[in-house]
Every structure is written in C-alpha cells, then in structure tokens.
C-alpha cells in the first residue's frame, strides 16, 4: 500500500476540460511481487578478480488486466542479462505487479495511464529488488536508470 490516497495524473492539463484530469486518483491499493529468478551460472568463476565487466542488457514489458469495476492489475516485467562475450554472466527476471484503482477516469485515458503511470509508479520498487538480487549475487548493486515510461508506450502505440 502506499502512504498518500492518490496520485494525480501526470501530464494531463490544458484546454477543453483535459485539467480536470490532473486531479482524477490514481489509487494504489496493494503491490506485490508476482516473480522473481535470478540466475548465476558461472559462479563462482564470474566472482574471482579480474573478470571483465559485463554488458547489461535490459528488456521492459507491460501488461494490465482489468480485476474487478475500476481496479486494474498492472505489471512490470523486466529481464536484466549480463554478458561477457557469449558467457552469461547472470540473468534476472523480476515482474512486479499492483492493483490500482481509478475512479472516473475516462475509457479513452485509461491505456495510457495504466501503461505510463502505473509503471512510473512501480519502478522504484523493481529497481531496488534488482539492486538487492545483484548483491546478493555476489555482483556490485546493480542501479537501473530511470525509463521513460511516457516514451516507451509512444513508440510502442507508433509501431502498431
């Protein structure tokens, strides 16, 4: 759960009433960890000094679900892969999920605020259990870059 009763939509001020939606809640009703793999292969090898450090490689995917009148599932996928040459030197798949709530937002403004702000929302969370995995592997903490999840979802609607 989260400590604030909502959050307003990003974005989503102007003209023709658009500024009404900066006020509409965004309710964060429970999140949760959906799955989590974190693999080491070449333990403890990859571990001994000397070792090259490797290519990080980052995949994002999204999905929602609609639970229940106005309660959507959103997740967040993310699969990390470091590399050394053709050597993987470890792989982490986390999907981080929530239950969000939102009440009177309009069926055209949905998607996107599903697929930007829920996201926005959870990644702090996935970046800190990828953080925590990549020590507990042994690794330095790995600390993802924040993603533009506003970017993300305009180049995915472009693509279909």
Do not use: C, W
């Amino acid at each position: 759960m989260t400590d604030q009763p909502s959050t307003p939509v990003n974005g989503a001020s102007g003209a023709n009433g658009q500024a009404k939606l900066a006020t509409l809640p965004i309710n964060v009703l429970a999140q949760y960890l959906k799955d989590l793999s974190f693999e080491n292969p070449r333990a403890p090898q990859s571990l001994m000094q000397g070792q090259a450090a490797p290519e990080i490689s980052v995949q994002v995917d999204l999905e929602s679900a609609l639970q229940a009148e106005n309660v959507h599932e959103v997740t967040l996928k993310l699969r990390v892969e470091a590399k050394t040459g053709t050597d993987i030197v470890f792989l982490i798949e986390v999907a981080y999920a929530a239950l969000i709530a939102l009440p009177g937002l309009p069926p055209e403004h949905l998607r996107p605020v599903l697929l930007i702000e829920g996201p926005r929302l959870l990644f702090p969370f996935v970046r800190a259990i990828i953080a925590d995995a990549t020590r507990n592997g042994g690794y330095p903490a790995l600390l993802l870059h924040p993603i533009d999840f506003a970017d993300l979802y305009r180049r995915q609607a472009e693509a279909h």
